[in-house]
């Protein structure tokens, strides 16, 4: 059961455009999305998170869209660079629950220069 | 900024052997959590724990046990390695459940033939 559901499975851009990540969830207790990106061989790193008394949250060229009735967020990458080429996972956590991260499948983005 | 090493970095083991994957960290976290990642896949979360001498089973915890002798330390034991372990394990930490900042390791790579 795939409570964290993401898409695509991979995505390519050209330089300069935005990105679109979608997820999606189930389970209401969810209360903190972090998204993490991963590059070959190395370990995932938080890139950025929201709790859902936000619908938005910016940093940078990254955004996250949430719309707590529909259970589904978006990550919008602006003006995406080469750099940003890697895998991009949406999670979830209960504060409930240990902080216990509900990974989803992953986004694979390339951005061609 | 949170350190969480993990050994081995990469590991050739037998089927049936047993296998011992560790993790240390250094900023007094109390949470502590094992994942594993399969090519192309998201994390999936195999032990954790919240406070020595204590593990708790995560959503994969068949074939796996856990130990966390302290604080910092926090092994996952493979008894009779298989060939579906192949997969690459990470060890995270986080401060509690109200801090939901989750810090990784490096990753151990594991082949099992």
């Known amino acids: 059961q795939q409570q964290v559901r993401q898409s695509p499975q991979s995505l390519t851009v050209w330089e300069g455009e935005t990105a679109i990540l979608n997820c999606s969830y189930e389970?209401?207790?969810?209360?903190?999305f972090p998204w993490y990106w991963q590059f070959p061989r190395e370990s995932p790193a938080l890139l950025i998170a929201i709790r859902p008394v936000s619908n938005k949250k910016e940093d940078g060229r990254f955004t996250i869209f949430f719309n707590k009735r529909e259970k589904k967020l978006s990550l919008h990458i602006t003006d995406s660079q080469p750099g940003d080429s890697a895998t991009y996972f949406c999670a979830a956590i209960a504060s409930s629950s240990f902080s216990k991260l509900v990974f989803g499948q992953g986004t694979s983005l390339s951005v061609v220069p | 900024e949170a350190a969480v090493t993990q050994s081995p970095r990469s590991k050739v083991a037998v089927t049936g052997g047993k296998v011992t994957l560790s993790c240390h960290q250094t900023n007094n976290h109390d949470y502590m959590y094992w994942y594993r990642q399969d090519t192309g896949h998201g994390l999936r979360l195999i032990h954790y724990s919240y406070v020595a001498d204590s593990t708790e089973k995560g959503d994969i915890p068949d074939g796996y046990k856990a130990s966390r002798p302290s604080q910092e330390n926090f092994s996952l034991i493979l008894e009779l390695a298989s060939l579906s372990q192949t997969a690459v394990y990470f060890c995270?930490?986080?401060?509690?459940?109200?801090?939901?900042?989750?810090?990784f390791g490096k990753g151990t790579r594991l082949t099992v033939v």
């Open positions: 389970d209401s207790t969810f209360d903190y």
């Open positions: 995270a930490s986080s401060e509690d459940s109200a801090n939901t900042e989750v810090f």
